[in-house]
């Protein structure tokens, strides 16, 4: 998911009124100061005051809608608090648009030339699956500056200069993309930048941090800078850290150049913040489970997020859809093409884990075969393309659990992978071997290296492009595999790629991980549905059920609650086990349900087996899978961090 930055539009008219579009009243030749002070930040409270240069007139400031990587208007308004603006010494009377909640309107006087304002931001203090989640512990925090401001409204974030500066916590460290100026103990003081730049650098602060070059003695500089809970969890493998240094080496055999003046991952590992990912250009904000890097499991589930994330830096900051690279943020985006920006991101993501050493080859096919299999048996393609579900982004990402087969959900990422492994497939049968998708990526999204900047592209560029790399009608291919509603998944990448889609009763790697992480049971390809396991928020619920599936016939729906297996209380192994014994002995199998106050006895007559996704080699036809997840750079020295 994110991103950029600064300057003014000077229109001093004197006559005021909310009825038209307001003029603006600022001076365009200078910065607005912006301090944050996050010494609240273990209250959940972030404190913020600016000064716009200004002369009098009618003037607008809008607080930022659009948030770039979210592809979607959830700039948290209802947390903005405390707003006042003072010019001159005086309090000045400022009006929110009634039309527009995210706008305020105010009439500087004359002979005024400066306006402070003055806000609060709360961040949640609790994760509550929404949008809407904690920057803040009692051990860390994450600032994203689009949360403490506001701008002229109708300005460019690339005309708006901004000079930030920072008040930490006492004892706290902290972590930015963002150039710094000076620093003292009392605050940091970062080198003016342009509001695009500004939104586009959170700052990762923190009691217990530490930071890891990623690349010694090279040019770009990489760091990680990683903020825990504790001490204990900024322990990291130098496995892991080997690992990541080769991410930074494929990625430069991957692009060719790179679009930053330096690279900064930010990584929280923190039970208290939501896990998540949002990309930026010159860093992305990584936000993991406690314990991730203890717990192998959860490793393991988590480690395509930091490929993914970088890959942004090219594929969504870099070269961005024209729908999504927007002025400002309030003019809304359009992420139709959401499923180049995230898909192939989301298909590099999964084969640089590979690349780089952390899955390996099998692993890798595990999670293809997940990923095939899940979307292979949503029934939510027989009404909607996958497009719109990119075009619907917005809405989706916020969409509940229940009837996601139905609905569709953000299936642009997952399904991405399968066109875009099709894609390079096919990039390989047409020049004999001689070209790939990497070369794609060298020439649309490599080029020159530069600091950052945004070449947008439309539909038919990309056509375009791929047309210069293998002869083939991409536009046909692209639009059969977008706009229309084929009974499957596109499995044609696994197939040119030597592999097929099986099912055995074997547990497949990548799913079990991802269970054990995320508290859940998956039988969706035997029984037909996902439940939570029994003792967390929500135990028991069932998350959804396939349509059609033996568990839907038997009439269970979403929502619902498993309370026992054949007579006795569930968990996940007697669940298993339930389904293992009715495939040997032929039994039905007998769930007792709870919905909402009543019990019912539902008889699924399903003897199957288990049934858990994999990919099997196809005779004959040349493993281009595994030359595809080969490390393409040259192995980076190991070294003691
Ligand atoms: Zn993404």
Redesign the pocket.
């Known amino acids: 998911?994110f991103t950029r930055i600064c300057c003014w539009i000077l229109l001093a008219i004197a006559s005021f009124s909310l009825s038209t579009v307001p003029a603006q009243a600022q001076d365009p030749r200078k910065p607005v100061r912006l301090n944050v002070d996050m010494r609240d930040a273990t209250k959940h409270i972030f404190h913020a005051k600016l000064v716009f240069p200004v002369a009098a007139g009618p003037l607008t400031l809008v607080y930022p809608k659009w948030i770039p990587?979210e592809h979607s208007p959830v700039g948290p308004i209802v947390n903005l608090t405390g707003l006042f603006f003072r010019a001159g010494g005086k309090e000045i009377e400022w009006r929110r648009d009634d039309v527009d909640m995210f706008a305020f309107h105010c009439q500087i006087p004359a002979g005024v030339n400066e306006l402070e304002v003055s806000l609060d931001y709360i961040s949640p203090s609790s994760v509550s699956g929404g949008r809407e989640n904690p920057s803040a512990t009692a051990q860390l925090a994450i600032l994203n500056w689009y949360t403490v401001l506001l701008y002229p409204q109708g300005a460019k974030s690339d005309d708006l200069t901004y000079t930030a500066s920072l008040q930490v916590p006492a004892g706290w460290k902290h972590g930015t993309a963002l150039p710094v100026a000076s620093e003292t103990s009392e605050a940091i003081e970062f080198q003016p930048a342009s509001l695009t730049t500004l939104v586009d650098s959170p700052v990762l602060m923190g009691a217990h941090m530490r930071v890891i070059d990623l690349s010694p003695g090279q040019t770009p500089a990489h760091h990680i800078h990683i903020a825990a809970e504790t001490e204990s969890g900024l322990e990291v493998t130098g496995d892991l850290v080997h690992q990541w240094k080769q991410l930074v080496a494929e990625t430069g055999a991957l692009f060719g150049a790179r679009h930053y003046r330096h690279y900064d991952f930010l990584l929280t590992e923190s039970d208290n913040v939501e896990t998540d990912?949002v990309?930026h250009h010159e860093s992305s904000d990584n936000r993991v489970p406690g314990r991730t890097f203890q717990d192998p499991n959860i490793s393991d589930a988590m480690t395509d997020l930091l490929p993914?994330?970088f890959t942004?830096s090219w594929n969504?900051k870099y070269r961005r859809p024209a729908g999504l690279a927007t002025p400002n943020y309030q003019e809304p985006m359009k992420g139709g093409l959401l499923w180049v920006y995230?898909g192939m991101?989301?298909y590099y993501g999964t084969i640089l884990s590979a690349r780089m050493g952390t899955w390996t080859p099998e692993r890798l096919r595990e999670n293809l075969a997940w990923v095939a299999a899940y979307l292979d048996q949503r029934k939510g393609r027989t009404w909607r393309d996958l497009e719109d579900t990119a075009v619907a982004a917005q809405l989706l990402y916020a969409s509940p659990e229940e009837y996601r087969t139905w609905r569709r959900d953000t299936d642009y990422?997952d399904e991405g992978t399968l066109i875009w492994l099709e894609a390079d497939t096919i990039i390989r049968q047409v020049t004999k071997g001689k070209k790939s998708l990497d070369d794609f990526c060298r020439k649309f999204e490599g080029g020159e290296n530069t600091g950052p900047k945004i070449l947008p592209y439309t539909f038919d560029d990309v056509v375009a492009g791929m047309q210069e790399i293998a002869p083939y009608d991409w536009r046909e291919f692209f639009t059969q595999r977008v706009q229309t509603h084929g009974p499957g998944a596109p499995l044609g990448g696994l197939e040119n790629s030597g592999w097929k889609l099986i099912f055995t009763d074997t547990p497949n790697e990548s799913r079990e991980a991802s269970e054990v992480a995320m508290h859940l049971t998956d039988v969706q390809f035997s029984l037909g549905f996902l439940v939570r396991d029994p003792g967390g928020e929500n135990g028991d619920e069932v998350i959804d059920v396939i349509p059609g599936s033996p568990a839907a016939q038997a009439g269970i729906a979403p929502g619902m609650k498993l309370v026992a297996v054949n007579g006795r209380r569930w968990n996940p192994d007697d669940l298993h086990a339930a389904i293992r014994q009715a495939h040997e002995k032929r039994e039905i199998i007998e769930l007792l349900i709870e919905n909402e106050d009543f019990f019912r006895t539902y008889r699924v007559d399903y003897q199957g087996g288990e049934r858990h996704p994999h990919l099997e080699r196809i005779s004959g036809k040349p493993d281009l899978l595994s030359d595809i997840a080969k490390m393409k750079a040259a192995p980076v020295p190991v070294t003691r961090d």
């Open positions: 998911m990587g990912g990309e993914h994330e942004h969504g995230e991101t989301q990422y």
